[in-house]
């Protein structure tokens, strides 16, 4: 089976798991603002599922094959529309006064998720270190 | 874009959380200071406060779409302190006829202050004031590593 060719542009992945990441650490950092607040209910962030299924639209492209061996293109993948889910957990009780977060489960996707966040600034500035590196070798 | 949403929100949210915390530190505090205090102005003892919490949610309209998968007030950035309440409970009455404050049957109204629950309140809070110091610092080592791509 030959692996299709799918064009993703690598900065456009990088940009919204970044923003994706963002946004989980700004939902982490408002449910630990609210540790007591009474009746206040923790939300979640999910990305990556959705992410890599955005990745995997397999539509044929509209260019013709014409022999059958040929490898199969397919279209560009377009991110434009993703987003993460926010979801808000009203379902379970943590404490006594309504609240549900929890410190330690916090703290855990806090350090959890900066670690994320920076490989893949990593792995941005490795993008970008690429491309500067093409470009400099070129002109030699 | 205001300091309550983008990149830089995290640091508002976990100041609002800071300034939260530090104030019910604050009243902690004045609650134990006037644990013994039998007479103030309004008359009678001193009556134990406690701050409340509740959500603080950002006003801007450019969160409309973001606004509809949280909740209709908005995208929550932080916590606000909505005011500092009376404990209704009853004063704790220790009979001492020899008190300048003391009734005609002898009984001293002293304050509906338990020292050892407020001790555990301090504890709570002091808890929660680190937990936001470390997404605060979480934050800027972020912030500072998305400054960094492209170096």
């Known amino acids: 089976m030959v692996n299709p060719i799918t064009y993703i542009d690598p900065l456009a992945v990088l940009q919204k798991s970044l923003d994706a990441l963002a946004t989980q650490h700004q939902v982490v950092a408002n449910n630990l603002a609210n540790i007591d607040t009474p009746q206040f209910k923790r939300s979640i ?6 992410l890599k299924a955005a990745l995997n639209i397999n539509e044929p492209s509209p260019l013709w094959r014409t022999h059958p061996m040929h490898f199969p293109i397919y279209q560009q993948v377009s991110l434009d529309n993703f987003k993460p889910d926010i979801q808000t957990l009203n379902d379970t009780i943590g404490r006594n006064d309504g609240n549900n977060v929890d410190m330690e ?8 998720n900066n670690l994320l966040y920076n490989s893949m600034s990593d792995v941005t500035s490795r993008y970008f270190a690429n491309l500067r590196h093409a470009i400099s070798e070129g002109r030699q | 874009m205001g300091a309550l949403s983008g990149v830089f929100a995290p640091f508002s949210i ?4 800071l300034t939260a915390e530090r104030l019910r530190m604050d009243v902690i505090s004045n ?3 006037n ?12 009556i134990r406060q406690r701050v409340v919490f509740a959500p603080r949610f950002d ?34 009455m220790v009979y001492d006829p020899g008190h300048p404050d003391a009734n005609a049957e002898g009984y001293v ?7 050892v629950n407020e001790m555990v309140d301090m504890i709570s809070a002091t808890r929660a004031y680190e937990a936001n ?3 605060f610092n979480a934050t800027k080592s972020m912030a500072l590593q998305a400054l960094n791509i492209g170096k």
């Open chain 1, 45 to 50: 962030v999910s990305f990556q599922d959705k």
């Open chain 1, 105 to 112: 489960m916090e703290s855990g996707i806090l350090a959890e």
């Open chain 2, 14 to 17: 976990t100041a609002s959380a």
């Open chain 2, 31 to 33: 609650n134990i200071a």
């Open chain 2, 35 to 46: 644990a013994n205090t039998t007479r103030t102005i309004q008359g009678g003892p001193y």
């Open chain 2, 59 to 92: 006003p801007s309209p450019s969160f409309a779409p973001l606004m509809s998968m949280m909740t209709p007030e908005g995208l929550p950035v932080g916590v606000r302190v909505v005011g500092i309440q009376k404990d209704p409970s009853a004063p704790r």
């Open chain 2, 109 to 115: 109204a002293y304050p509906n202050v338990n020292t």
């Open chain 2, 133 to 135: 110091i470390t997404v």
